[in-house]
């Protein structure tokens, strides 16, 4: 558990003084201060009901916090989603649980509904008295009315009705209630219209059984890694970004969370990105959770058939997202504006694509799951686009809104994607140009080496062709065998990359904006996870002490929760950008197994490597 902090009364609090919760449909974001700052639902993408993260004064809020706060600190019932918040004030204190309630017995491995669409605030006084204020007031115009045991409010914005339910009397959505030690109020607020057959339960024994259902799951997880707290948590985090329906896996759980504070590059992540949640059953898998692999492959390539077209991204029911919009009515998280709903990079052309899904079937495949015929039709014909793909410019892993060019990253995933194709077509000898997919993806691997190579610095270079600028992502290539990372150009490329995009303390730069022209043009912070790609670089070259070293360094970034954001500010080592970030999560789950693996003198891909041989 942390220590005591104090609580500012005005302005924002920092990201990083934010805990996560949900049940696998929605979710919120709850502050150090007792106020939930950000929270959708039903959906991930649905319109905020509460974002004063974004506009304190304008967003709205769920508040649980006693007159007088000073002091408050946060953790996580142990292995579970549940969150607690303590906050004290000149006369008590008093603790917040927060949780979305789960149905009890829900597995969370299994692609079903698990929510009862509730979110449960208890709140106890543990030490003297305290009057503690209660506001529920969502964004926009909400009519309040009284009903049996609460209130409902009608929001009209999000096209939600809503049921506020007290244990104790309430004289509104906006009251003051006086509690003293001992003594405590619950409040559900439920979203759901449809009467859960367990609503007749307690709320104390519902809270129970959501605890019960987080550390079932939990306990799959494998606890062989160094700073297992943090893989435990880092898996907890990614589930509760999992839209455990039909498999979508969403980036973040915010919008517009500034990637540099008062500048332009504010986006909207509450959607499923094909490479962000590749990257994630990947890692998921690897920590012993191997059925979210399967979900994601069924929801990604239903996805990518229902228009005829394989996109970036798309809302978590598999289709595009809707067009991006600013919002001129919010400010901007400490005034950074603009506000974006929808996100248009669904629009952009990312070749990458292509060789995420098809490594994901490869996992899939060689850990003993079925390949249907019609599965594998799919997968053969994005093999035979991935052979064209890459001779053409597109917008990158980072998704540049500047003119496309002829990235390395984008080239190597088109390698990826013949070779798990031509791999997949003979180990189990499924119909399909296997011959020409491993010749062109050797071929294609010698023209990266040899087109992307710059003399001048002594590295592999952004894109294919001279004057391409560093690019932090060329270190994913030995993550996805495309070179060793003992390869003596890949060797090169780590040296450089360290020196020339290094942001001090272990942090790195995904690129230079003056380097490698992406359409805006202004700084932003540095990258976790291009650290802990880095991390995996160093134990592939044999460096491990200096690979767990710069581990332990990122580790000590996490937030008092355990969290990660996209980003973090060298200058001061506070968060940036949306949060927490599944990315960010998936680049410690991974560097975690590739130490304990190297450590052990394992491989670190054991269940996957004989396929390579």
């Known amino acids: 558990m942390s220590g005591?902090?104090?609580?500012?009364?005005?302005?924002?609090?920092?990201?990083?003084?934010?805990?996560?919760?949900?049940?696998?449909?929605?979710?919120?974001?709850?502050?150090?201060?007792?106020?939930?700052?950000?929270?959708?639902?039903?959906r991930f993408d649905s319109p905020p009901l509460f974002c004063s993260l974004l506009d304190r004064h304008r967003g709205g809020s769920f508040l649980l916090a006693p007159d007088g706060l000073r002091l408050?600190?946060?953790?996580?019932?142990?292995?579970t989603g549940v969150l607690v918040t303590e906050l004290r004030s000149g006369t008590g204190v008093v603790e917040v649980t927060d949780a979305f309630l789960l149905r009890p017995g829900a597995q969370l491995e299994v692609d079903a509904p698990v929510g009862r669409g509730e979110l449960v605030r208890h709140a106890r006084v543990t030490h003297g008295s305290v009057d503690l204020r209660v506001t529920v007031q969502p964004r926009g115009e909400a009519r309040a009315e009284p009903e049996t045991a609460g209130w409902r409010l009608t929001c009209t914005r999000q096209s939600l009705k809503l049921h506020l339910i007290a244990s104790r009397p309430l004289p509104g959505p906006l009251c003051t209630v006086p509690l003293n030690q001992g003594e405590d109020l619950w409040l559900r607020l439920r979203w759901s219209e449809r009467q859960d057959p367990g609503s007749r339960q307690s709320t104390s024994s519902c809270l129970d059984d959501t605890i019960r259902v987080w550390r079932r799951w939990s306990a799959l997880v494998v606890d062989d890694t160094p700073r297992t707290e943090l893989v435990r948590r880092s898996a907890i985090t990614l589930k509760l970004l999992d839209h455990v329906e039909n498999g979508a896996i969403v980036a973040a759980p915010t919008s517009s969370l500034p990637e540099r504070i008062g500048g332009d590059r504010n986006w909207d992540y509450r959607y499923a990105w094909i490479r962000d949640a590749a990257y994630t059953v990947f890692a998921l898998r690897r920590i012993g959770l191997p059925d979210e692999a399967g979900g994601f492959l069924h929801w990604a390539l239903t996805a990518a058939w229902r228009d005829g077209r394989l996109r970036v991204l798309y809302d978590v029911d598999g289709r595009p997202p809707p067009r991006e919009v600013i919002d001129d009515e919010l400010e901007g998280y400490r005034g950074s504006a603009p506000v974006r709903w929808g996100n248009a990079a669904a629009e952009q052309t990312q070749h990458d694509v292509y060789g995420e899904i098809l490594d994901c079937a490869f996992q899939w495949a060689a850990t003993g799951r079925p390949l249907s015929t019609?599965?594998?039709?799919?997968?053969?014909?994005?093999?035979?686009?991935?052979?064209?793909?890459?001779?053409?410019?597109?917008?990158?892993?980072?998704?540049?809104?500047?003119r496309g060019r002829p990235f390395t990253y984008s080239a190597a995933m088109c390698q990826v994607a013949l070779d798990r194709a031509a791999r997949l077509a003979t180990r189990l000898g499924l119909p399909g140009n296997d011959i020409?997919?491993?010749?062109?993806?050797?071929?294609?691997?010698?023209?990266?080496?040899?087109?992307?190579?710059?003399?001048?610095?002594?590295?592999?270079?952004?894109?294919?062709?001279?004057?391409?600028?560093?690019?932090?992502?060329?270190l994913a290539l030995p993550l996805r065998r495309v070179l060793p990372a003992d390869h003596p150009r890949m060797a090169a490329t780590t040296r450089a990359i360290t020196e020339r995009l290094g942001a001090g303390d272990g942090l790195l730069f995904r690129y230079l904006p003056q380097e490698s022209p992406d359409g805006l043009n202004e700084p932003e912070g540095a990258f976790l996870l291009c650290s802990f790609w880095l991390v995996d670089n160093l134990a592939g070259q044999g460096r491990v002490?200096?690979?767990s070293a710069l581990f332990d360094e990122l580790c000590s970034y996490a937030s008092p929760l355990g969290l990660f954001a996209e980003q973090i500010d060298p200058s001061d080592h506070t968060?940036?950008?949306?949060?927490?970030?599944?990315?960010s999560h998936v680049g410690l789950l991974s560097s975690a197994v590739v130490l304990g693996r190297t450590q052990r003198g394992v491989r670190p891909e054991l269940s996957t490597h004989a396929w390579f041989q």
């Not at 805990?19 to 950000?38: K, N, P, T």
């Not at 594998?376 to 410019?393: D, M, V, Y």
């Open 545 to 547: 002490d200096e690979a």
């Open 374 to 402: 019609g599965l594998w039709h799919r997968l053969s014909g994005l093999a035979e686009q991935a052979r064209i793909a890459w001779k053409t410019p597109d917008h990158g892993i980072w998704e540049i809104r500047a």
């Open 575 to 583: 968060f940036l950008g949306n949060f927490p970030q599944a990315l």
């Open 4 to 42: 005591w902090s104090p609580t500012p009364l005005e302005g924002y609090l920092p990201i990083e003084d934010h805990g996560l919760i949900g049940d696998g449909r929605g979710c919120a974001l709850v502050g150090r201060d007792g106020a939930v700052s950000f929270m959708c639902v039903p």
């Open 72 to 79: 408050s600190r946060q953790h996580y019932a142990e292995d």
């Open 436 to 474: 020409t997919w491993a010749a062109e993806a050797r071929g294609l691997t010698g023209r990266i080496i040899r087109d992307a190579w710059d003399e001048r610095t002594n590295s592999l270079t952004e894109h294919l062709g001279e004057g391409g600028g560093l690019d932090a992502s060329l």
